[in-house]
């Protein structure tokens, strides 16, 4: 592992607003209480990444608590750092395996969720894997409240084309579908935040795809 990675790790794990794996068991139920000391609604970033989108979701929305989730460390320092630098307090970050979520929240805890530009896991035999395979979706009717969004965002056709699949099949409610959103009616002020690796998606003229759908 590089110096600089090692730095990171080593001062993440100092920061006020990130809670690293067994850390957030404790959260569980009470993260609107406890870790954001109010009682505004939950959000949630899987697979935040640096977290880019979850912060400036944050900047959008001091009205609502967001906590991006990843494992990599060194990954979730840059969005933690930003954070704290810019003052943004409505933003946490939780260092877990997603599949693992289940420890993390309680039932009915989250509002809303987001999944922006994960790995596709295009191998058939990776399937569950997906983020938005039958197993995951299984995990977020558990904690997301009734009627509680899920976004998808995504420059890959086929995981937007197989997601959409599986929300016919299981019987989800489909709010809005599009392969090309910045020339749809639906890039708003929200699903015009673009991350690092989206910019370099659309100036490789790459489509990029979003779906909204609920359980």
């Given at each position: 592992?590089?110096?600089?990675?090692?730095?990171?790790?080593?001062?993440?794990?100092?920061?006020?607003?990130?809670?690293?794996?067994?850390?957030?068991?404790?959260?569980?139920?009470?993260?609107?209480?406890?870790?954001?000391?109010?009682?505004?609604?939950?959000?949630?970033?899987?697979?935040?990444?640096?977290?880019?989108?979850?912060?400036?979701?944050?900047?959008?929305?001091?009205?609502?608590?967001?906590?991006?989730?990843?494992?990599?460390?060194?990954?979730?320092?840059?969005?933690?750092?930003?954070?704290?630098?810019?003052?943004?307090?409505?933003?946490?970050?939780?260092?877990?395996?997603?599949?693992?979520?289940?420890?993390?929240?309680?039932?009915?805890?989250?509002?809303?969720?987001?999944?922006?530009?994960?790995?596709?896991?295009?191998?058939?035999?990776?399937?569950k894997k997906r983020l938005t395979?039958?197993?995951?979706?299984?995990?977020?009717k558990q904690i997301l409240k009734?009627?509680?969004?899920?976004?998808?965002?995504?420059?890959?056709?086929?995981?937007?084309?197989?997601?959409?699949?599986?929300?016919?099949?299981?019987?989800?409610?489909?709010?809005?579908?599009?392969?090309?959103?910045?020339?749809?009616?639906?890039?708003?002020?929200?699903?015009?935040?673009?991350?690092?690796?989206?910019?370099?998606?659309?100036?490789?003229?790459?489509?990029?795809?979003?779906?909204?759908?609920?359980?």
């Amino acid at each position: 592992m590089g110096k600089d990675k090692l730095r990171r790790f080593a001062e993440v794990a100092t920061f006020s607003n990130v809670l690293q794996l067994d850390e957030g068991k404790v959260m569980q139920g009470q993260w609107a209480k406890e870790f954001f000391k109010n009682d505004k609604p939950v959000v949630l970033e899987l697979a935040c990444g640096k977290g880019e989108y979850t912060v400036n979701l944050a900047r959008l929305f001091p009205e609502k608590n967001f906590i991006g989730i990843d494992y990599k460390g060194n990954r979730i320092w840059r969005g933690a750092k930003t954070a704290i630098e810019d003052g943004v307090t409505n933003v946490g970050f939780l260092r877990i395996q997603i599949e693992t979520i289940l420890d993390y929240f309680a039932p009915g805890e989250v509002d809303e969720i987001w999944i922006t530009f994960p790995d596709p896991q295009p191998q058939l035999s990776r399937e569950k894997k997906r983020l938005t395979s039958p197993r995951f979706l299984e995990k977020y009717k558990q904690i997301l409240k009734p009627g509680g969004f899920i976004n998808l965002k995504t420059d890959n056709d086929d995981l937007h084309a197989y997601t959409a699949e599986k929300i016919e099949e299981l019987g989800l409610k489909l709010y809005v579908r599009t392969e090309d959103l910045y020339r749809s009616e639906f890039a708003d002020e929200v699903l015009s935040i673009k991350t690092y690796y989206e910019r370099k998606y659309l100036q490789d003229n790459k489509n990029i795809n979003y779906l909204k759908f609920s359980f």
